[in-house]
C-alpha cells in the first residue's frame, strides 16, 4: 500500500521561501505521476504541480509558474515543491498525491488516487 506523507509547512513571512516535502512508501507502481495541490480556506482544492514517472517535463498550473518547482530526489523517496516569493494569498493546506497511470499527467484532483493528511502553510504580509 502506497502511503505518502507531507512536511516543511510553517508559517513565513512574505516574500520568504518553502520547501516542502513528500515521502513515498510502499511505491511498486512502474508508471505514475506525483501532484502537489493546496486548499486554501473557503476554497476548493487546486492542482499546483506534477512530474510523471518518466520525468520528461513537469506541468505547473498557468498561475504559479515560476515560483514553484517541483522535483523529485529517488534516494530518498521524496518528492519536493519548492515555492518562492511567498504571497500572504498562498496561505494553505498542502497536499502530494498519486496514481498508478501510463497516462499523461495533469492537475486534476480526479486523476489521483492516493493523498497525503497535508502540511499547512501560512503566510503573513
Known amino acids: 500500500e502506497v502511503q505518502l506523507v507531507e512536511s516543511g509547512g510553517g508559517s513565513v513571512q512574505s516574500g520568504g521561501s518553502l520547501r516542502l516535502s513528500c515521502v513515498v512508501s510502499?511505491?511498486?507502481?512502474?508508471?505514475?505521476?506525483m501532484g502537489w495541490f493546496r486548499q486554501a480556506p473557503g476554497k476548493e482544492r487546486e492542482g499546483i504541480a506534477t512530474?510523471?514517472?518518466?520525468?520528461?517535463?513537469?506541468i505547473y498550473a498557468d498561475s504559479e509558474k515560476g515560483r514553484f518547482t517541483i522535483s523529485q530526489d529517488d534516494s530518498k523517496n521524496t518528492v519536493y515543491l519548492q515555492i518562492n516569493s511567498l504571497k500572504p494569498e498562498d496561505t494553505a493546506v498542502y497536499y502530494c498525491?498519486?496514481?498508478?497511470?501510463?497516462?499523461?499527467?495533469?492537475?486534476?484532483?480526479?486523476?489521483?488516487?492516493?493523498w497525503g493528511q497535508g502540511t499547512q502553510v501560512t503566510v503573513s504580509s
Open positions: 510502499g511505491l511498486t507502481y512502474r508508471y505514475y505521476c
Open positions: 498525491a498519486i496514481v498508478n497511470t501510463y497516462f499523461a499527467c495533469s492537475l486534476s484532483q480526479s486523476q489521483y488516487k492516493t
Open positions: 512530474i510523471g514517472s518518466s520525468r520528461r517535463s513537469a
